[in-house]
């Protein structure tokens, strides 16, 4: 080898080494999220129902795992664009999950949800609100363009009536009330529970069970912790129905060698509906625990409200 061959070889060498340095300091850059553009649009999927969707633009086509996000307000309010919502939808578009936050019907507006509303009507709000949920994943699955939705990679979050939705929606399938629903053709990974419970934790079997998340407080006299009175209704009262919290959801998958985890409020109530919003960091952590295949816990672990920590 000549020095002229030997020159141009080394000067090769040079510009390999650059080019792994430098690709070396790029990936070991930390990406600022909050840098990163997250767009937004609404969509009408069914009757006058709208979807408001969060993602990260890109001019390449990948399907993503999608999360729904549902409400709450006790079936009588509450809004998917509301401060909350909006804010939990951006941090995890910006994680790289789409996210839509969806409207349902509020069919007791203006009118009770309390110990005064018949159990029956109750029983109709939840089959109301697991059906328009339902229709929500079809219209965002059905569709690979725009959504570019992963129909085997969906999560559901719900607040207070939006986690009975959820609850109700993964569980309730085959009872006789809920078994005629437009359900989806969608895979559900996991789900995670702000003030949540679902009607009949009896259910919940091998075949439908996932990995759930709980953010509740132990005095909850709306949706209860365990097994109790939903609103604490007397055995005498029109609306008297049981409803069941994370404490017998998770009693019943511990039965069936299923996995959760329980950030329970010893002195909390139903504060916590909205407060599991202020823990986006444990909400995303179990989303990637569950994509990877790493949701193996039953864990139950005391959390102080954030409200309290600051005084």
């Not at 999360?67 to 941090?91: C, M, P, W």
């Not at 009507?121 to 965002?140: F, G, P, Q, R, W």
């Not at 996991?190 to 003030?195: E, F, P, Q």
């Not at 709306?222 to 109790?228: A, D, I, L």
Request: hydrophobic content about 35%; charged content about 20%; proline content about 3%.
């Amino acid at each position: 080898m000549n020095l002229k061959t030997l020159s141009i070889e080394f000067y090769k060498y040079l510009l390999l080494v650059g080019f792994f340095l430098s690709m070396n300091s790029i990936i070991g850059q930390t990406i600022d999220s909050k840098k990163v553009n997250v767009q937004m649009k609404t969509y009408n999927y069914a009757d006058t129902l709208l979807l408001d969707y969060y993602t990260i633009p890109t001019d390449t086509f990948k399907m993503k795992p999608t999360i729904l996000l549902v409400h709450g307000g006790g079936f009588t309010a509450g809004q998917r664009n509301g401060g909350d919502e909006k804010g939990l939808s951006k941090y995890l578009a910006r994680l790289g999950f789409n996210v839509a936050s969806i409207d349902y019907r509020l069919s007791r507006k203006g009118k009770s949800f309390g110990c005064d509303c018949a159990t029956s009507i109750k029983m109709n709000t939840y089959t109301e609100a697991v059906a328009d949920l339902s229709k929500a994943i079809n219209y965002l699955t059905k569709s690979a363009k725009p959504f570019r939705v992963d129909s085997s990679k969906i999560f559901l979050i719900g607040s207070s009536a939006g986690a009975e939705t959820v609850l109700n929606f993964l569980f309730m399938r085959y009872d006789y009330r809920f078994k005629d629903l437009p359900y989806p053709d969608a895979t559900i990974l996991g789900a995670i529970s702000l003030s949540g419970a679902v009607v009949d934790e009896n259910n919940i079997y091998a075949g439908n069970k996932v990995p759930l998340l709980f953010f509740h407080g132990m005095k909850d006299t709306v949706v209860p912790y365990g097994t109790s009175a939903h609103r604490n209704c007397a055995t005498t009262d029109v609306g008297y129905l049981n409803l069941n919290g994370p404490k017998s959801i998770t009693e019943r998958l511990s039965d069936l060698d299923g996995n959760y985890k329980v950030y329970h409020d010893t002195e909390g109530g139903h504060e916590w509906a909205s407060l599991g919003f202020d823990f986006p960091e444990l909400i995303s952590d179990f989303l990637e625990q569950v994509l990877n295949g790493e949701a193996t816990m039953r864990d139950f672990e005391t959390i102080i409200s954030p409200v309290e920590s600051k005084e």
